[in-house]
């Protein structure tokens, strides 16, 4: 089991079963990238594997900021997934880190090829637990339509699940329909929801997990 308390204190995030999926979503500037590397990191901290799939940043910016936030990072305890369309087609590593490069994030084929590379050179590395981060899935839903990106997720799902890893994806809840956001949340075995709290700062909650949805509370 996964415990993600740490990270954000919520009870239903004490015992995350492996394999298991989770949606970020909230609005732009909310912190959900961040949220989801400083999961990452908390894993690596602790010597689990880490997959993080970018639409936005590229490897050696990923690999020096999470080198930021786990300076005892070891060789092959990272793999990124380069989605951006600029780094070229070569692979390869980046400082002690896998790297796959992917022509578009509408690319799926690619990115799914990308995170099942990056995920079987961590279990050879001997890393049986792991995270994997996707930032975002709305840039993804500006290249295909929600559906593709569903069955993305979905296919995913088994592979994470196989591997006994968790998968953490943001979403930009203000960029899209009511109706592409709850055709995506159905592929995710859990949301972590965050708004602008009233007074200023930022609330979360938790749905999905462990029973009812938690309450709202300050993160």
């Not at 990238?33 to 689990?48: H, S, V």
């Not at 079987?120 to 049986?128: F, I, K, M, V």
């Not at 295909?144 to 890893?165: E, I, N, P």
Request: aromatic share 6%; glycine share 14%; with cysteine.
């Amino acid at each position: 089991m996964y415990d993600l308390s740490s990270v954000l204190d919520f009870d239903a995030l004490r015992d995350v079963r492996p394999g298991s999926n989770i949606l970020v979503s909230g609005p732009a500037m909310s912190g959900k990238e961040r949220l989801a590397y400083d999961i990452l990191a908390d894993g690596a901290r602790n010597g689990d594997g880490a997959v993080v799939v970018s639409t936005s940043d590229g490897a050696a910016t990923i690999v020096s900021d999470f080198r930021e936030l786990v300076p005892e990072l070891e060789e092959s305890q990272l793999g990124v997934v380069d989605c951006r369309g600029e780094g070229g087609s070569d692979n390869g590593s980046v400082d002690g880190a896998y790297v796959h490069q992917v022509s578009s994030p509408g690319d799926l084929t690619g990115i799914g090829i990308g995170i099942t590379k990056a995920l079987e050179g961590l279990h050879n590395s001997g890393r049986e637990q792991g995270r994997l981060a996707l930032v975002s899935l709305s840039t993804m839903l500006t290249y295909t339509d929600k559906k593709t990106v569903f069955k993305f997720c979905h296919v995913l799902s088994s592979r994470l699940d196989s591997a006994g890893y968790i998968g953490v994806f943001t979403i930009d809840s203000g960029a899209h329909d009511e109706q592409t956001l709850q055709v995506i949340k159905q592929a995710f075995d859990g949301l972590i929801e965050i708004r602008d709290a009233d007074g200023g700062g930022r609330e979360g909650r938790v749905l999905g997990l462990a029973g009812e949805p938690t309450p709202w509370q300050d993160i």
